[in-house]
């Protein structure tokens, strides 16, 4: 049964194509999230120190963990993953692409974008949107990214 969610609102594509490549960039995203949560919260692999934290941020970062996504951007030629509007996957991608950035720019390890130029006109694209102005202005775009429990070497 399809999530009716998305599909009052109109996020989950036009047509049969843009709704199947929305719900496998949202499994392909959660990938990426699991790698960041596996990160932030080393109920997995603890790390014993700052410096092995950081060799793991490191890691994930250089590791192109978007490379797939700016594929799809190239093949399909829009501006949003699966069409000419934002879908459900595009707000997820966008968080992780945020989260990533963020990861990069406390690690030091430079430009996410640089080998991803589709990924960084779509990131700037979608925050770019009008309609979401109000909450990037907002308190809550503020909050901190992971909850308190998280790993120490992430602030």
Known sequence: MPDLSKTRLRMNGFGRDAQAMNEQ???EIYDVRNQIIDLVYPFKAVCRDKAEHDEKAK???TGGPFKKFEAVLEKAGTDYFCGKSPCVCDFHIWEMLDQNKILAERQGCG????SIPKCKAFYDRFRALPTLQK???SDAYKFPINNPIADTYMA
């Open 25 to 27: 960039l949202l499994c």
């Open 59 to 61: 890691k994930h970062i």
């Open 111 to 114: 430009d996410i974008f640089e």
């Open 135 to 137: 909450y990037f202005e």
